[in-house]
């Protein structure tokens, strides 16, 4: 009797000292849960507090700059007359074209090695080489585009062969974010397509495609915001620091606005870095603009998803 009640005792002891184990645990990852929100938000705070100051101190510096002759007059060497019409006009054209471009490439590449590729070695190591260019530096797509598009085909230096370059930049982002948009979409949606009698693309283009817009939106987003402030590839492939006339074909020569930018600022005139200021702004506010009409379009094809 009495080793059973010690047993007993043991046992009880035991459990107690598993439930305090779990209930102690449980608390220590409670804390690091508010720790961790904490920190998130402090992250966030900061990061939009640095974006403030720097915002403010660009208006502060150059907000009196801008104006419409600033926005119409053509680049000068005196700083009073310089403007930046050509760059913004240039920026607008390389976007649009490398949307263009970029935009149905890398869709339908993302709409093919998710739902009609096979697994294989050689889909693998596709998969994987698409998602390391992600990361291949910029200056290095820069030469691919000069030595490719400049002059082997022979499209010089024109606002066909920075486009060009710049969708090849910005491909493996889409086709990653639609690959990822296309995963999101359950596969109970294609599983009812196909019993009401769809082919495979009918489902795709009527079920999946209009699901996954959102996301592929997202992925635009990302990429077009990369695209509109390199520098670098465009430089390489022999985009001007000064062109005193606007594009009016694909075929133009061209400047854009980060390129006018470095310009102004490599100069050890005051005035030149104001006007690189107000470039500064007008530049962020065409991206803000662009982003904010891609995600009105995002938000817009949200609602119309009902499932």
């Known amino acids: 009797m009495i080793n059973e009640k010690s047993q007993k005792s043991i046992r009880r002891q035991k459990a107690l000292s ?3 184990q779990k209930i102690s645990k449980s608390k220590f990852y409670l804390i690091q849960d508010e ?3 904490y920190f998130g938000l402090f992250c966030t705070i900061l990061g939009i507090a640095v974006l403030i100051v720097f915002l403010f101190n660009l208006f ?5 700059r801008i104006d419409w002759g600033f926005l119409t007059n053509l680049p000068s060497r005196r700083a009073a007359k310089a403007g ?3 760059a913004w006009v240039g920026t607008l054209w390389i976007l649009v074209l490398t949307t263009i471009i970029a935009l149905p490439i890398g869709i339908a590449a993302g709409v093919y090695l998710e739902e009609y590729n096979k697994k294989n070695r050689f889909s693998s190591l596709l998969e994987v080489n698409i998602a390391n260019l992600a990361g291949v530096p910029s200056i290095v797509y820069g030469l691919l585009g000069l030595e490719l598009f400049a002059r082997f085909i022979g499209t010089g230096e024109s606002l066909l062969t920075g486009a060009l370059t710049l969708a090849l930049l910005i491909l493996p982002v889409i086709i990653v974010s639609t690959r990822e948009a296309l995963k999101t979409v359950p596969y109970t949606i294609r599983e009812a397509s196909y019993a009401l009698g769809a082919t495979k693309w009918q489902t795709i283009w009527n079920q999946v495609l209009p699901a996954s817009l959102s996301g592929i939106f ?3 987003i990302l990429a077009l915001s990369r695209a509109v402030g390199e520098t670098a590839p465009l430089i390489v492939i022999g985009a001007l620091a000064f062109v005193p006339f606007v594009p009016t074909s694909v075929f133009d020569s061209f400047t854009v606005l ?3 930018i470095f310009n102004w600022v490599s100069r050890p005139q005051k005035e030149f870095s104001v006007n690189a200021a107000a470039a500064i702004i007008v530049l962020l506010s065409i991206t803000f603009m662009m ?3 891609a995600v009105y379009l995002r938000h817009r094809w949200q609602k119309k ?3």
């Open 60 to 64: 502060v510096t150059a907000g009196s």
């Open 291 to 293: 982003n904010g009409i």
């Open 218 to 220: 997202t992925g635009m």
């Open 35 to 37: 720790v961790f929100k």
């Open 305 to 307: 998803i009902k499932w």
């Open 84 to 86: 930046i019409y050509t």
């Open 18 to 20: 598993e439930r305090l």
């Open 258 to 260: 980060p390129i006018q």
